[in-house]
């Protein structure tokens, strides 16, 4: 026995070794590529010295004899921080994910290969002003510079992430940059989703899209044809069922396109006399961020923002005269059209001027582990030919035909990344405004602040469509009907532009803009309904505004949605019934609607009324449409305020849903709020115990910042994810957009991973923070140390003071020229 014991020990004793000595050298290898800001390097490329200046939160200020220089050493910056995160960008673009990650991501490459946006972006490189193209290659050899010291430096390959899966890391070149921008547009599109959805509940019949898929208050559309008018041979089995999308998918489900706010002041209606601006861009939420904080040093003068690593530019921010924010223009920039195939030769597709072979090519998919796969790409005269395993095109397609679509990011002369350097040296206004003209895709509201100035304009370009088109771009049409096809782009004068308002005003929630009837109205579907309506308030509710009364408005978590629904949904609920005995259902009832009354609507993480009202209205939409619907109800994840409302103020007999159709009684609207607010306790009940005070919207709406590929691994996602409690919630300004989906439906996923406000009447107190850190490394200080200041609300300095960047350094690193030691 006691030897037994002794081998026993033995055997532990070495298992555990073994773990440690494992994760020394884990570690180890890991922390090899943990960068050092305070070296100095010979590089090539560069006419005179750079230094690059630390802050204490890992933001470069750099500092160059030449606008080549800077941009040399803002690519070596960014590839210093995150290199990894830089190469999966670029793979994805170029549908070579599959090469690293197997047949995973295989359904992504394949649709990437398909929209060719990297032959795109290498087409529209000849598209850039001497400038720019001078920018971009200035920027690719500073990726390059790095990546060449990691190699000969044995700097642990740039990143711990390329131990684990091997990945050569390719040489930047400018095509790149212009392909992440291009990413971008995937990652803000709403309207692939949007049409394919609004064509599948058309085909049920008894127009059921004008409530729940309603147009935003103004000026809509009077008809639309039924999808199955259209297109008579289209399945009718609408609820198809697909396999979830690639978890490293750019495209992002209905409702995640991109969001934002923007809000500017002019100095009369500022308390120092100097306009102000605060913007916050909604992504979802990763680990790290999509943004990095730089400030470059250009001969036009200092910018300072949000860059994405990759691209070159500062996308939001300052310089001296001017600030810009961004905000999703939500505008229609893409058609789905329904192409007849010839029943004699499926090689060829009707025109309007007959039929004509598709353009057809090869390519091949290498996949890790398995067969390459080769694809015919087809592209008709109207664009690529996506494959009915996509978006759910195969619902929507009748036998006989395919798919394709015409959207402006396929643009093979984009000169978008142009306009974006031409931004960052404007000095007004006017200029900026100007600059937006040659911006392509994606479509966004730029929102601006000079000295004296505020204004917004969309940028973008926008298509011109045929007045006869038969769905208005709402749902995929006919594409050998001429009327239905792209006219050209509509001039940019056209865009919604607002210089100098009257009331020194500027705001966007990715709110309706403008009411024209079509072709001119720019879309039918907006991204909010409701954040706009709490902003106008708090903008109205002073005379002047300050840098404070902007920040508050910023991390305002007070819900319109919340507001403005419960009065409705809860008329005949309120303080009705005897008192019931503690213990029953009827009494937790009864205490959520006292809660609930006495609430204010503030979605904060520390109460538990945010918590009751959002498991409400889910659990309540859910009732109103599941018997209408079908399985096609399940697409319908998140709470759409506008439909309850039209519901329970019966707007065009939108009453209707609250009858189940397939019972003998008439249920009220009463019974279902009644019934659904019983089925949102239950669910609480039994994830947070039985005492209603105790519940805590936190404990539910949990951002989850999670590293997109070693945060699904057991042991590394707790090294790599972020968690953190969270206010906030779909319809607040301090928006955390939550997951919709089980089992964390209110998990926050989508929320503002840059925040910047800037007031003019004193520049350096200017503050900028991001989600997470500047650093990619998990193993860094700074690759979440941002992330705290972040959920707090809390922000950091943002001086263009070159004194003040340089007596704050953490470290500097120097970049001389000269070939690197041998």
């Known amino acids: 026995m006691f030897t037994l014991f002794r081998w026993m020990v033995r055997i532990v004793s070495t298992a555990l070794l073994s773990v440690m000595l494992g994760g020394f050298f884990i570690w180890y290898f890991a922390s090899r590529s943990l960068p050092d800001y305070n070296a100095t390097y010979a590089v090539e490329g560069i006419s005179a010295p750079v230094e690059i200046v630390r802050?204490?939160?890992?933001?470069?200020?750099?500092?160059?004899?030449?606008?080549?220089?800077?941009?040399?050493?803002?690519?070596?910056?960014?590839?210093?921080?995150?290199?990894?995160?830089?190469?999966?960008?670029?793979?994805?673009?170029?549908?070579?994910?599959s090469e690293v990650f197997g047949a995973d991501t295989l359904k992504t490459d394949e649709l990437m290969r398909r929209l060719d946006l990297y032959g795109a972006a290498i087409e529209s490189v000849s598209a850039q002003d001497a400038d720019t193209l001078a920018a971009l290659e200035a920027y690719s050899a500073g990726v390059n510079q790095w990546i060449e010291l990691v190699n000969e430096g044995a700097r642990g390959r740039g990143a711990p992430e390329f131990f684990l899966f091997d990945a050569p890391i390719a040489y930047w070149t400018p095509a790149d940059s212009l392909a992440i921008l291009k990413l971008l547009s995937v990652q803000l599109e709403s309207q692939f989703n949007e049409e394919v959805l609004r064509a599948r509940v058309s085909m049920l019949g008894q127009d059921w899209t004008r409530?729940?898929?309603?147009?935003?208050?103004?000026?809509?559309?009077?008809?639309?044809?039924?999808?199955?008018?259209?297109?008579?041979?289209?399945?009718?089995?609408?609820?198809?069922?697909?396999?979830?999308?690639?978890?490293?998918?750019?495209?992002?489900?209905?409702?995640?396109?991109?969001?934002?706010?923007?809000?500017?002041?002019?100095?009369?209606?500022?308390?120092?006399?100097?306009?102000?601006?605060?913007?916050?861009?909604?992504?979802?939420?990763?680990?790290?961020?999509?943004?990095?904080?730089?400030?470059?040093?250009?001969?036009?003068?200092?910018?300072?923002?949000?860059?994405?690593?990759?691209?070159?530019?500062?996308?939001?921010?300052?310089?001296?005269?001017?600030?810009?924010?961004?905000?999703?223009?939500?505008?229609?920039?893409?058609?789905?059209?329904?192409?007849?195939l010839n029943p004699a030769d499926p090689e060829r597709y009707r025109t309007p001027a007959g039929w004509e072979a598709f353009a057809t090519r090869r390519a091949i998919i290498q996949v890790k582990d398995a067969d390459p796969v080769t694809l015919t790409l087809r592209w008709t005269t109207n664009g690529p030919v996506l494959p009915g395993g996509h978006f759910n095109l195969a619902s929507v397609t009748p036998p006989g035909h395919v798919v394709s679509l015409n959207w402006t990011a396929l643009s093979r002369q984009d000169s978008s990344m142009s306009a974006g350097l031409a931004l960052m040296r404007a000095r007004s206004v006017t200029e900026a405004a100007t600059a937006g003209e040659r911006?392509?895709?994606?479509?966004?509201?730029?929102?601006?602040?000079?000295?004296?100035?505020?204004?917004?304009?969309?940028?973008?370009?926008?298509?011109?469509?045929?007045?006869?088109?038969?769905?208005?771009?709402?749902?995929?049409?006919?594409?050998?009907?001429?009327?239905?096809?792209?006219?050209?782009?509509?001039?940019?004068?056209?865009?919604?532009?607002?210089?100098?308002?009257?009331?020194?005003?500027?705001?966007?929630t990715n709110n309706k803009t403008v009411d024209r009837p079509f072709p001119r109205h720019?879309?039918?579907?907006?991204?909010?309904?409701?954040?706009?309506?709490?902003?106008?308030?708090?903008?109205?509710?002073?005379?002047?505004?300050?840098?404070?009364?902007?920040?508050?408005?910023?991390?305002?978590?007070?819900?319109?949605?919340?507001?403005?629904?419960?009065?409705?949904?809860?008329?005949?609920?309120?303080?009705?019934?005897?008192?019931?005995?503690?213990?029953?259902?009827?009494?937790?009832?009864?205490?959520?609607?006292?809660?609930?009354?006495?609430?204010?609507?503030?979605m904060n993480e520390h109460l538990p009324e945010p918590l009751i009202y959002a498991a409400w209205m889910r659990a309540l939409q859910n009732r109103l449409i599941r018997d209408e619907l079908g399985p096609l109800a399940t697409e319908f994840t998140q709470l759409e305020p506008l439909f309850v409302e039209r519901v329970f103020r019966n707007t065009d007999?939108?009453?209707?849903?609250?009858?189940?159709?397939?019972?003998?009684?008439?249920?009220?609207?009463?019974?279902?709020?009644?019934?659904?607010?019983?089925?949102?306790?239950?669910?609480?009940?039994?994830?947070?115990?039985?005492?209603?005070?105790?519940?805590?919207?936190?404990?539910?709406?949990?951002?989850?910042?999670?590293?997109?590929?070693?945060?699904?691994?057991?042991?590394?996602?707790?090294?790599?994810?972020?968690?953190?409690?969270?206010?906030?919630?779909?319809?607040?300004?301090?928006?955390?957009?939550?997951?919709?989906?089980?089992?964390?439906?209110?998990?926050?996923?989508?929320?503002?991973?840059?925040?910047?406000?800037?007031?003019?009447?004193?520049?350096?107190?200017?503050?900028?923070?991001?989600?997470?850190?500047?650093?990619?490394?998990?193993?860094?200080?700074?690759?979440?140390?941002?992330?705290?200041?972040?959920r707090r609300g809390e922000y950091i300095p943002m001086s263009l003071d070159p004194e003040l960047a340089r007596a704050a350094a953490a470290g500097i690193t120097r970049l001389e020229p000269g070939a690197p030691a041998e």
């Open 653 to 790: 007999g939108a009453g209707r849903w609250c009858d189940v159709m397939q019972s003998a009684p008439v249920e009220t609207c009463t019974d279902i709020a009644r019934m659904a607010l019983d089925d949102a306790l239950l669910e609480l009940r039994a994830k947070f115990g039985t005492k209603v005070e105790s519940w805590r919207w936190g404990d539910a709406h949990e951002a989850l910042q999670d590293h997109q590929v070693l945060g699904r691994a057991p042991l590394l996602g707790w090294v790599t994810n972020i968690r953190q409690s969270t206010s906030g919630g779909d319809f607040t300004l301090m928006r955390g957009m939550t997951k919709g989906t089980e089992p964390n439906p209110f998990a926050n996923v989508h929320a503002a991973g840059f925040r910047g406000v800037y007031d003019f009447a004193d520049p350096d107190s200017s503050v900028f923070v991001i989600a997470t850190g500047q650093s990619g490394h998990p193993l860094s200080r700074h690759y979440d140390d941002l992330s705290v200041l972040w």
């Open 211 to 340: 409530d729940i898929m309603p147009d935003m208050p103004g000026q809509g559309v009077a008809a639309l044809p039924d999808y199955a008018a259209l297109f008579p041979t289209v399945p009718r089995n609408v609820q198809t069922a697909l396999a979830a999308p690639d978890a490293m998918s750019p495209f992002p489900p209905r409702h995640f396109a991109g969001a934002s706010n923007a809000f500017a002041a002019a100095p009369e209606r500022s308390a120092a006399g100097g306009s102000l601006l605060a913007n916050d861009p909604h992504l979802g939420l990763t680990a790290p961020s999509v943004w990095y904080l730089a400030r470059v040093e250009l001969a036009s003068g200092g910018v300072i923002g949000g860059t994405i690593p990759g691209i070159p530019l500062v996308l939001t921010g300052r310089n001296a005269e001017l600030g810009w924010g961004i905000t999703s223009a939500y505008a229609d920039t893409l058609d789905l059209y329904i192409e007849e």
């Open 439 to 508: 911006y392509i895709a994606p479509a966004q509201n730029l929102i601006l602040a000079d000295q004296t100035s505020v204004g917004m304009v969309t940028i973008g370009r926008l298509p011109a469509r045929d007045p006869g088109h038969a769905t208005q771009g709402r749902m995929p049409s006919p594409g050998w009907e001429a009327a239905n096809r792209w006219t050209g782009f509509l001039p940019y004068d056209d865009n919604p532009k607002f210089l100098n308002p009257e009331g020194g005003i500027v705001i966007n």
């Open 55 to 97: 802050s204490t939160e890992d933001v470069p200020h750099i500092f160059g004899a030449s606008d080549h220089d800077v941009f040399f050493a803002l690519g070596l910056a960014h590839a210093e921080d995150r290199l990894w995160q830089m190469t999966v960008m670029r793979r994805t673009v170029q549908g070579r994910l």
């Open 522 to 602: 720019v879309s039918y579907d907006w991204g909010d309904s409701q954040r706009v309506l709490r902003l106008t308030r708090l903008m109205g509710e002073r005379e002047v505004h300050s840098r404070e009364s902007f920040i508050a408005a910023q991390l305002d978590t007070v819900s319109p949605a919340a507001r403005g629904l419960l009065p409705l949904v809860g008329a005949d609920l309120w303080f009705t019934g005897a008192p019931a005995p503690d213990g029953t259902p009827e009494r937790m009832r009864q205490r959520a609607l006292e809660l609930l009354a006495a609430w204010d609507g503030e």
